[in-house]
Each structure stands twice: as structure tokens, then as C-alpha cells.
């Protein structure tokens, strides 16, 4: 079955960067799109960053745009995010998510993507 293991998660201050890592297992990781999405402290679901199957083509929410960086590595079947100039407003939970293009239509919508347990992102002076 899927199964999706993040980690990388952490306090750090402002300013500050973390490295997330995504490992995947249970299906074939080269046809798929993935994704982080995060859930901050009160907060639905939201779409951060997607990335292709094939040529690695890459999307971003407007709120990360510029400071994020989502990329994957095939041979290993892990999906990273490497965020810069964290922002209190990054506080949240992590997840990857299989097979997740763009933001979904609806939130109720993020149920149809497998995701793992998460990670904690806190992002605090």
C-alpha cells in the first residue's frame, strides 16, 4: 500500500531555513505528480508546491513562490522542499501527497490524495 514518510520538520527562527524530505513506497513513484501541502494551527488544509512525474515541472503557491523549492529524486523515490526565509505564517504541519497537481477544487478534496503522518514546522523567535 502507499506510504509516505516525512520528516526534516523543526523550530527554527525567522529568516531561517529547513530541508523537508519525503519517502515513498507501495507504488510506482515515476508516474506520479507530488505535492506538499500544509495545515497550519487552526487552519485547513493548503496547497504549497506540486511537482511532475517526468520533466520535473514545478508549481507553487503565490506564498511560497520565490522562497520554496520543491524537487524530487526518482532514484531514491523522495520528494523534497527546501524552504528559505521562513515566515511565522510557514507554521504548520507538513504532509506530502500523492498525486496532487495545483491546489484541489475544494478542501474536502484534499481526502482523495494520500499523505503521511506529517511534520512539524514551527517558525518562531
Known amino acids: 500500500q502507499v506510504q509516505l514518510v516525512e520528516s526534516g520538520g523543526g523550530l527554527v527562527q525567522p529568516g531561517n531555513s529547513l530541508r523537508l524530505s519525503c519517502a515513498a513506497s507501495g507504488f510506482t513513484f515515476t508516474s506520479h505528480s507530488m505535492a506538499w501541502i500544509r495545515q497550519g494551527p487552526r487552519k485547513g488544509f493548503e496547497w504549497v508546491s506540486s511537482?511532475?512525474?517526468?520533466?520535473?515541472?514545478?508549481t507553487y503557491a503565490e506564498s511560497v513562490k520565490g522562497r520554496f523549492t520543491i524537487s524530487r529524486d526518482n532514484t531514491k523515490n523522495t520528494v523534497y522542499l527546501q524552504m528559505n526565509s521562513l515566515e511565522p505564517e510557514d507554521t504548520a504541519v507538513y504532509y506530502c501527497a500523492k498525486g496532487l497537481w495545483g491546489p484541489p477544487r475544494t478542501n474536502s478534496d484534499y481526502r482523495d490524495y494520500p499523505r503521511g503522518q506529517g511534520t512539524q514546522v514551527t517558525v518562531s523567535s
Open positions: 511537482i511532475s512525474p517526468g520533466t520535473g515541472r514545478v
